[in-house]
């Protein structure tokens, strides 16, 4: 069976320093990946998705980058982070076609 | 540009209560729409997804129903519980990308 794994669950940093989070997907092989961002009492904001390794499509344009250095890996960075960048992140997966999505558990993010 | 719009965005029901959630949605051209529940502080938990070609969907006490020409689904959930408590998230992926558009979802509470 397929599974998403995301780290880490939380995750308080200052303004100004470096962010990397990582997401994994198993079992399945050439996934659509994705990464949201969920700020407080507000919906889910697509921030980047991608259709294969080194294939990103970017959403929103601000300090936060994307990579996809394995079929199945998923990673979101920053080198800078703003006080802005606080907030609830959320990797997803679906299959090619985009038949269904898959959420890992999160990760919170506060910038202090 | 899509948008998905979810009403009302809060709702208090008695324990036993049948209920509807609506999500609207601006353009009728999707691949298909998923309803999904977050817990506080959680991730997403897929509930149903309509394929653009279906009518509804049924899981349990859940059911969802899909207009695509009017650009509405609803989600009705039977013999409400207070397990039942949750965030409702409607979303929709256009033909054109393979991304989920997200309402800002409906805060559910079930009184026992």
């Known amino acids: 069976s397929q599974t998403i794994h995301q780290w880490p669950a939380t995750l308080v940093q200052p303004v100004g320093s470096p962010l990397s989070l990582e997401c994994t997907v198993e079992?399945?092989?050439?996934?659509?990946l994705y990464w949201y961002r969920q700020a407080a009492g507000r919906g889910l904001q697509l921030l980047f998705y991608s259709v294969g390794i080194g294939q990103i499509s970017s959403e929103v344009p601000q300090n936060l980058s994307a990579s996809r250095p394995q079929d199945r890996q998923f990673i979101l960075s920053s080198k800078k982070l703003l006080l802005s960048d606080s907030g609830f992140y959320l990797c997803?997966?679906?299959?090619?076609?985009?038949?269904?999505?898959?959420f890992g558990s999160g990760t919170r993010l506060t910038v202090v | 540009k899509q948008e998905v719009t979810q009403i009302p965005a809060a709702l208090s029901v008695p324990e036993g209560e049948n209920l509807v959630l609506n999500c609207s949605f601006t353009d009728s051209a999707i691949y298909n729409l998923q309803w999904f529940r977050q817990d506080p502080g959680k991730g997403l938990t897929s509930l149903l997804l309509i394929q653009s070609s279906q009518r509804e969907q049924t899981s349990g006490r859940l059911n969802a129903s899909l207009d695509k020409s009017s650009g509405r689904s609803t989600l009705y959930i039977a013999a409400s519980q207070p397990g039942d408590s949750a965030t409702y998230l409607c979303a929709v992926m256009d033909t054109g990308r393979r991304a989920l558009t997200f309402g800002s979802g409906t805060r559910l509470q079930v009184q026992p």
């Open positions: 079992g399945t092989s050439n996934p659509n």
């Open positions: 997803a997966w679906s299959a090619r076609g985009g038949y269904g999505y898959t």
